[in-house]
């Protein structure tokens, strides 16, 4: 069974500081792996997805992740964080153990920016 | 560009009323998806539907729930008798168009708050 794990429930960082948002999962096939950003009141947006091409992976709003399958890790970063980035982000899971895509979410991590 | 429309945005109801939430998923797709997530809480996994059934349940997808594709476009979550457990925000998704990767497209959400 795919699984997910958020290490952090909350980040507190610095405007225009690193962020680092971490992520570890378990399955048992070639996983595809997603980021996907919340903000207040509002639903899921796609920040970025790796399905098995560049490990290193680009996203919107200068975010990106690496899919390092030695340390089952795709954790997210961003060289300099803004004040809209606070928000809730999700690490995602999903292969085809079953023969269907069930994307399995972690359970967040709430980014804090200080100005 | 195509999305996820989900209606009600918010739906007040008292408890042991029966509840319909809809969505219409992108076009071509052939998976669809509920998600909920209490407030505060992580995104869970409801149920997927696909070839109009359904594909895989969770065990919070108990006999007071039920989904249907009536017509082909529509695909609606009913909630039979609601409990005050059951407020929370319903997030539908839908998947599988060309080169399926497992990515979900989310619609923005229905919030359900049973009094």
């Known amino acids: 069974a795919q699984s997910v794990t958020q290490l952090d429930s909350h980040v507190s960082v610095s405007e225009g500081t690193p962020v680092l948002l971490r992520c570890n999962y378990s399955?048992?096939?070639?996983?595809?792996l997603f980021w996907y950003v919340q903000h207040p009141n509002k639903g899921l947006q796609l920040l970025l997805k790796y399905t098995s091409a560049a490990t290193l992976v680009k996203g919107i709003n200068g975010f990106e992740a690496e899919f390092k399958k030695s340390e089952t890790s795709f954790h997210l970063t961003k060289p300099s964080a803004h004040m809209s980035d606070a928000a809730e982000y999700f690490c995602?899971?999903?292969?085809?153990?079953?023969?269907?895509?069930?994307?399995?979410f972690g359970r967040g991590t709430s980014l804090i920016v200080h100005p | 560009e195509p999305e996820v429309t989900q209606t009600p945005s918010h739906q007040v109801t008292q408890m042991g009323q029966e509840v319909i939430l809809r969505c219409v998923p992108i076009s071509n797709h052939l998976y669809f998806y509920w998600y909920r997530q209490i407030l505060g809480q992580k995104v869970e996994f409801l149920v997927s539907?696909?070839?109009?059934?359904?594909?895989?349940k969770s065990e919070i997808f108990d006999d007071q729930f039920s989904v249907e594709r009536p017509d082909g476009s529509n695909f609606t979550l009913k909630i039979r008798s609601t409990k005050l457990e059951d407020s929370a925000m319903y997030f539908c998704?839908?998947?599988?168009?060309?080169?399926?990767?497992?990515?979900?497209?989310f619609g923005e959400g229905s919030r359900l708050t049973v009094l």
């Open positions: 998704a839908s998947s599988g168009g060309t080169g399926h990767t497992g990515e979900l497209f």
């Open positions: 995602v899971v999903s292969d085809l153990a079953g023969g269907s895509y069930i994307p399995t």
């Open positions: 539907f696909y070839n109009n059934e359904i594909s895989e």
């Open positions: 399955s048992s096939y070639s996983p595809s």
